[in-house]
């Protein structure tokens, strides 16, 4: 991280904040509180801003994550789609303690509050990859594709 904001210009404008924040994430899979703080005294905001910036995206992390990360949205229109059915699937696939992580390292699980595709739903994304019109086989076959 020290080399990636010694190489970030001094001062930075607010409208290259977002496409440092995807920059930092695929280069090191998470936005972190040392590289928020670092951002927002060159960008000269209060680190809640940045934060604030990044947390409406759900495609950000704030902790580390694992090799499969689970975001299953539960916004109203998801969650109006028996999402607690498909919750359970994926549970049962991963095995995924109540930290969030299965214990092999395989999968990280989260909710999301909107994945942006709201008429298409229940939705899932595993890492870039978006998955719409979720059935509880759509889940058995990702799964069994991902073992
Ligand atoms: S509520 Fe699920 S994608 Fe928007």
């Given at each position: ?28 899979g ?34 580390p994550k694992a090799k499969y990360n689970i ?23 991963t095995k995924l303690n109540?930290n969030g992580f299965s214990s092999d390292g395989k999968y990280s699980f ?36 991902l073992?």
């Open positions: 991280m020290e080399k990636y904001l010694k190489d970030l210009k001094s001062e930075i404008d607010r409208s290259e904040i977002l496409p440092i924040l995807i920059d930092y994430q695929e280069k090191f998470f936005l972190n509180y040392d590289f928020i703080s670092a951002l927002s005294e060159r960008a000269n905001l209060p680190a809640g801003n940045i934060y604030g910036i990044a947390s409406f995206y759900p495609q950000f992390n704030f902790s975001k299953l949205c539960s916004g109203i229109s998801c969650h109006l789609k028996n999402i607690k059915e498909l919750k359970a699937e994926i549970f049962k696939h109540s989260e909710f999301v509050n909107c994945l942006g595709a709201c008429a298409q739903g229940p939705v899932m994304k595993i890492n870039d990859k978006h998955y719409i019109n979720l059935t509880k086989m759509d889940i058995i076959k990702i799964f069994h594709e073992e």
